[in-house]
């Protein structure tokens, strides 16, 4: 897993660049970008890397509506996927009712949500409520993280896990999804 530490910490590097000024936008953008082509490498890397695994259990991902980071569920994503998950990646700015379809025709195992903004993590809460209203939520583990998500706020939407990187993901879906 060096080589996601060096990308993520490299990632959050440019951020702070950004934060103070020293970097602009187009710089910002373009760090991104390399990120984001880097993620398919090395969940291929990781693919090759130890014994192949398959049929792990269905996962969803997204990012919440309002909310258009993607490097980082992209990350979540990879990572699953080279564990042996089947993962549907929804993309970014999901909508709740989005996320309510896709669990009620794939019938995942885990929901795996992610929101970078203070504003948009109250949008897990939405997703987790509104798979309650549609009869979806038992069964189902869902967990989050992002930037802007804490153990204690995962707590208090009732999600089933938090964690603070893609590799805590892998970790928590090992732990609750059992086939
Ligand atoms: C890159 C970036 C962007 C890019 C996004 C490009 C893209 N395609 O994704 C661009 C330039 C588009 C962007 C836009 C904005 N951004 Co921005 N952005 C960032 C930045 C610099 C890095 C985020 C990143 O990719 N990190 C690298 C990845 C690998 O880390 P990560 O996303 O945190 O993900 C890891 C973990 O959180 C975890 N994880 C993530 N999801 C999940 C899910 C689960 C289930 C689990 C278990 C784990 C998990 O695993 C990942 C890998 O280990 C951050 C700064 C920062 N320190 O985070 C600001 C930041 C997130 N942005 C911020 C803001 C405010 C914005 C804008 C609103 C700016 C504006 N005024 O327009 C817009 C948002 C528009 C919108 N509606 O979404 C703020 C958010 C503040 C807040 N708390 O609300 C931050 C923190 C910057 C700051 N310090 O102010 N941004």
Known sequence: ??????LTAAMREVGDAFGSGEIFLPELVGAADAMQKATPVLEAALRGQGKEK?????VVVGTVQGDI??????????????DGYDVLDLG????????????RERRPDL????????????????????????GLRDGLKVIVGGGA??????????AD??????????RLAHDLVKR
């Open 54 to 58: 398959s049929n792990q259990g269905k």
């Open 92 to 103: 970014v700015d999901v909508p709740s009712d989005k996320f309510v379809q896709a669990v």
């Open 111 to 134: 929901l795996a949500l992610s929101a970078l903004l203070t504003v948009t993590a109250q949008e897990q809460r939405v997703v987790i409520e509104a798979l309650r209203a549609a």
């Open 161 to 170: 896990g938090y964690g603070e990187s893609a590799v805590d993901a892998v």
């Open 69 to 82: 980071h993607n490097i980082g569920k992209a990350l979540v994503a990879s990572l699953l996927t080279a």
């Open 149 to 158: 998500v804490t153990q204690p706020f995962a707590e208090s939407i009732f």
């Open 1 to 6: 897993m060096a080589a996601l530490d060096a």
